[in-house]
């Protein structure tokens, strides 16, 4: 992948209110789609990936992706948030056949007003 | 099962100092990763390995950082000597052959 973008740096969202948190990556190969999260003061952890498939993945923690490869996007979506979902949130595209090497948005910073 | 371990958790120190990194990755995992995160941004790949071997190093800025992995287990990510916008999160990470990157917790670098 050549780029990922992450479209908001930070998105403020009121508990129990939907979230959606957008990425867009450019690329001309096929590609390999993950949202990694990352709470304060700690390490990445995979939310959830598509490699193949079924178009809408399931994660963990409630969320849940799409991938669009029209729009060539992976957009991160929860229908009802939580004060424990503020967190960071980072896209990562693989490009086929590039061992999985990973090529990172610039990150969401998800915050969860009461 | 143990996941990636990382120390020291966090480092404080003079610019033109030099600093060193620990990371034990998940046990039989063969990739190995060093990323440099940078607050507000996402990660960067410094360096990956293929057991003992590099396969990609191509970001690191050879002339003052330095990374092996001996044994193909553990690996040692050095800088020396460290200049002010070394200051960063320096992630590892492993991978056993699958998709997916498992992360550890991460040591903070403070260069004053």
């Known amino acids: 992948a050549q780029s990922v973008t992450q479209l908001d740096s930070q998105v403020p969202v009121f508990e129990e209110a939907p979230v959606e948190l957008r990425c867009n990556y450019s690329s001309s190969v096929s590609v390999y789609l993950f949202w990694y999260v990352q709470y304060p003061n700690q390490g990445l952890q995979l939310l959830l990936k598509y490699l193949s498939g079924s178009t809408l993945v399931k994660g963990i923690n409630g969320f849940e992706a799409e991938f669009n490869k029209s729009q060539t996007s992976f957009h991160l979506r929860k229908p009802s948030v939580h004060i424990s979902d503020t967190a960071e949130y980072f896209c990562?595209?693989?490009?086929?056949?590039?061992?999985?090497?990973?090529?990172w948005g610039a990150g969401t910073k998800l915050i969860i007003k009461p | 099962e143990a996941g990636v371990a990382q120390s020291p958790r966090y480092k404080i120190i003079e610019k033109r100092q030099s600093v060193a990194f620990w990371c034990n990755p998940i046990?039989?995992?063969?990739?190995l990763y060093w990323y440099q995160q940078i607050l507000g941004q996402g990660p960067k790949l410094l360096i990956q390995f293929q057991n003992n071997g590099v396969v990609d190093d191509s970001q690191l800025p050879k002339d003052r950082f330095s990374a092996e992995r001996l044994k193909g287990v553990d690996s040692t990510l050095k800088i020396q000597p460290a200049k002010l916008e070394d200051s960063a999160v320096y992630l590892c990470?492993?991978?056993?052959?699958?998709?997916?990157?498992?992360f550890g917790p991460g040591t903070r670098l403070t260069v004053l």
């Open positions: 990562a595209v693989s490009e086929m056949d590039s061992n999985y090497q990973l090529i």
């Open positions: 990470a492993s991978n056993g052959g699958a998709d997916t990157q498992y």
């Open positions: 046990s039989g995992h063969a990739t």
